[in-house]
């Protein structure tokens, strides 16, 4: 089986994110990154297909210079080919424009081997949240999608994917070659052995020489909300508090 992951660089979650002057882009200065955890999930997830059916897990990614350290991590933790679509921008790309470029460098990736049985992205990326390159992508190589997947099985040519809903659960049957959003929870992502690391730092990153043109879509600007600032008062320590607390709790219509 040959399985395509996307994964996406992102801030690290519970980050303080701060913008730009202009507005239009996060300011990177202090930030950590990391993968977009929906998306680690579909590392881990095409990690234990290929264990268990056999096969090649190759990861691609849209991004800058430094999205190869988010590359590598996926070599420590299985995966065994790397694709880099140079963006040298600074900005994220529009989703059309990077949706097309993931299109030309999969129909270039194609054209050189077999083609790929499963392409996992990432429900949504932790980031911009935007649910479209994925559908984007399916549609252009007229491939079925389905997003929100918490379960993958294989079948003869084909995949059961599982969707929870309120109350159940959705299961539908796709023929391959499909294209799957995967959501956070599916499984619980490995963390690296030494091992691991150390083949990561030897893994082969080939960079994909595509041309997109930008789409219609443009930012405007990045909205920042007011910072919420709350504040605790101190009743007491121990049982002079008491008198204090059952105060309170009149006062608020506990009792």
Known sequence: MRILVCIKRVPAPGSRINVTEDG???DTAHLGFTTSPHEECAVEEAALLIE???????????GAPEAEEQLRYAASVGATEFIMIPNETGQDWDPQRTANAIVEAIEQMEAKADQFDLILFGNESADSGGYQVGI???????????????GIEVEDNSFTALREIDGGNEVYSIPCPAVLGVKEGINLPRYPTMKGRLASKKA???LASVE?????????RLHQ????VTETEILGDGPEAAGKIVDLLDELGVL
Do not use: M, Y
């Open 24 to 26: 239009l882009n996060v």
């Open 52 to 62: 268990e059916h056999g096969g090649t897990v190759c990861v691609l990614t849209v």
């Open 136 to 150: 984007r992508v399916a549609v252009a190589l007229g491939r079925p999608i389905v997003n929100g997947i918490k």
């Open 204 to 206: 082969q990153i080939e």
């Open 212 to 220: 997109s043109a930008p789409g219609p879509q443009t930012k405007v």
């Open 225 to 228: 909300p007011e910072e919420k």
